[in-house]
């Protein structure tokens, strides 16, 4: 379990320090992802041409790959980029987006992986299966297995890569290869609200970026979206106004509210 | 007139299968549609790249094509879909955003229609008679003529095309060339929020995954539309927040509601 | 101070006239720019490939440059939609967003700016302080300085360039290298909703295109940004609401509003 202080103090040094979050992103949540990192406290930049990648990349805090819209050109961005963040030591959180709905998306996830060593791999269930197995379908970008299934693959994935992987899902799963927390926080209509679990991705790179322990910063990170989920859908009347909210309660994020709702 | 019966069993069918719906979409709209998507209940994907389009589009119950922001590469990659749809079998709708306007999408429509033989074709008014007519100018995307003064147009296009054609507008009209089916559903702010037109095309989408008889999906599509933006007006003080319960609506969309509002 | 006849004559007229404003904007905001557009009466469009630039520009009655998301492709657009509508007179609004972040931002806003004959540039004050100074650092696309410091250098740009230039901040700066005008409108809460910025170009884009006078055009599109911005935050509870009220207000906005707001 996370410790509540450690939480407030990570949470807090975002306010504070306002990391730059350089974002490498799919189309259809480049808006709710700037605004979740505005709302938790960072300062997200979007960018992708391979021509400015290494400036931009040197630059921020925390890098994070998202290939939910991926093409040729922007593959070649992500590895520019993950590069150099790998080389200056600053983490890189990668969200494989449909691994395992086309051979495009695995084979791009597989070279991301191996060129640029990401400290966090963000997915769903199926994509993290589909990192390691062959067989499994994703469907589209939504998860054709629940979480639990993928954690033994999460374990595998994490000792292979060296990185931490996180399963979002019912409940979450974060683990080192060794480690795993769980985190039961969030409420299904989350699924119902396009694009929640790359802000994930997004909220677990403003996090990486003030703590290195990646294991903590990613679980902390799905503690705070599932907290805020939870909270946004009381005053929501569905996954219209759950959008809106939860940029809301991810604003008016206190420690009352974590204690409170915290399992 | 439609049958009530029927579009709760589609309707319904949607919320159950959960089609998955390939959209070669617009930058602007991406995030609006997907979440329309996932409100009522089918499951959405944005790809484009030429690379996984073959294979995205064998696994998906219905291709979206939407011209709104094209550029050469992506109608490369609607072409691939296209194609592969076609042969499949798979339903396909046309959106031919801005026909009309420049020469570049009037004539990359006129390309798509004759290499991937859409299924149902939805559009403004100007744009389904720039189709037709070649001195009809588009005013961007935005139509210069009401839907009535394109019924013939569209009667005329569904013949040669062999597609659906369903026209948006303050009167709706849906034609295969004989029958012209109207819905005159609907709310006239609903002109101000950008791109429910082309939600109209993906919800298009999800009811012809469902039902192939795409007179009738396409029909059932701008009902469910117009009733859902008819009573999410109700509780909006503007575009903005029509957009967010636009979505709501569509989410808590029942019979009950479809009885009260249908005409 | 701006006359507020004037300002309601000039909102008036595009709510009346609906000018075609063609957008060259990122990824991260055309939703909302369209929404905006849409909201104050005017008729966007977002279009970027190069092959119907000088068709779409000729038709527009304002072009809106903005580099939030630039690569080559679109790059090469904007050059093309910026010399067209240079030579048909069209009222040219330059967004250098990220200016002083990247090389790449910097030297893509000299190009623009030499080959494009911008009517007025807007930006934040790091910005515009990168576009004459070569040591400023921008932090991704966030001002590193208060928009006071950025006077100086906003009136040298204007000089040189022969365009108004708008800073955006806590007191916005308009100035055409003699005169300042400033507006104290707004609101902090503002910086936190993504593209706010971007929003305002897009909107002074709509008063250029009915008023010539570009430093009371730039202007009254400050004021009414500010405006709107401060009512909005009022219902607000958050930057999530924000961002949908903001729109409502935009629409609803009226001249007892403005009267009572206008400092």
């Known amino acids: 379990m996370i410790n509540i202080k450690d939480l407030m103090r990570d ?38 041409a391979a021509e400015e990648m290494e400036e931009m990349a040197s630059i921020a805090s925390a890098l994070v790959i998202n290939i939910g819209t991926l093409s040729d050109p922007w593959i070649k961005g992500m590895l520019i980029a993950g590069k150099t963040a790998y080389k200056k030591g600053t983490p890189i959180i990668f969200d494989p987006v449909g691994a395992g709905a086309t051979f495009y ?9 191996e060129e640029c060593h990401p400290s966090i791999i963000r997915g769903n269930a199926s994509e993290i299966m589909a990192l390691i197995k062959h067989d499994i379908k994703t469907k589209g970008v939504d998860s054709s297995e629940a979480s639990d299934t993928a ?12 990185a931490v992987v996180s399963i979002s899902g019912a ?9 795993v927390m769980a985190v039961t926080n969030g ?14 991705s ?7 970026a003030v703590n290195r322990n ?7 990170a799905m503690v705070v979206m599932g907290i805020t989920g939870e909270v946004a859908v009381i005053e929501s009347e569905g996954p219209g106004s759950l959008q809106m909210n939860f940029i809301d309660e991810l604003y008016n994020l206190d420690e009352t509210t974590i204690i409170k709702h915290i399992k």
Do not use: Q, W
Request: hydrophobic fraction near 45%; charge should be negative.
């Open 105 to 113: 998306r695995t084979d791009t996830c597989h070279k991301i992986i």
């Open 11 to 48: 949470l807090n040094e975002i306010r504070i320090v306002s990391p730059l979050v350089h974002n490498i992103t799919n189309y259809v949540v480049m808006n709710n992802t700037a605004n979740a990192l505005l709302a938790i406290g960072a300062s997200p930049v979007m960018a992708h």
């Open 214 to 220: 990646y294991l903590m910063a990613a679980t902390e």
């Open 151 to 162: 954690v033994e693959a999460a374990k595998e994935l994490a000792v292979t890569t060296g």
């Open 187 to 200: 409420h299904e209509m989350m699924t119902k609200v396009t694009g929640l679990g790359c802000t994930a």
């Open 202 to 208: 997004a909220i677990t790179g403003a996090f990486a």
């Open 171 to 179: 409940t979450d799963y974060i683990t080192d290869g060794t480690t």
